[in-house]
């Protein structure tokens, strides 16, 4: 079965870090790219980062750069999204997807969707 399953997500206080993973079952992530997107309350769903397959390029979304980064280690079939320097406006549940080779800004390109994991930033 194939399978995305995201985790690391909590509450954290602002200027925090937090790592989220991003755990892929029935199918081998190394020619997949990955992105991270978030959907706050009351907002759609927006893309964060993602990390291709073919060269390993990242992207970010300008409210992130700088304060998150994004890798992967294929041996463990996962990938991360460490963010550091954590905002109040950083709170929302955040999912990884996959699609194979590049990165596409189009959430309707990737074929497979974690479930989603909860962040909040939050004194």
């Known amino acids: 079965q194939v399978q995305l399953v995201e985790s690391g997500g909590g509450l954290v206080q602002p200027g925090g870090s937090l790592r989220l993973s991003c755990a892929a079952s029935?199918?081998?992530?190394?020619?997949?790219?990955i992105g991270w997107f978030r959907q706050a309350p009351g907002k759609e769903r927006e893309g964060v980062s993602c990390?291709?397959?073919?060269?390993?390029?990242?992207y970010y979304a300008d409210s992130v750069k700088g304060r998150f980064t994004i890798s992967r280690d294929n041996a463990k079939n996962t990938v991360y999204l460490q963010m550091n320097s954590l905002k109040p406006e950083d709170t929302a549940v955040y999912y990884c997807?996959?699609?194979?080779?590049?990165?596409?800004?189009?959430?309707?390109?990737?074929?497979?969707w974690g479930q989603g994991t909860q962040v909040t930033v939050s004194s």
């Open positions: 029935g199918f081998t992530l190394d020619y997949y790219a």
């Open positions: 997807a996959g699609r194979p080779v590049v990165c596409s800004r189009e959430q309707t390109r990737y074929d497979y």
């Open positions: 990390i291709s397959s073919s060269d390993g390029s990242t």
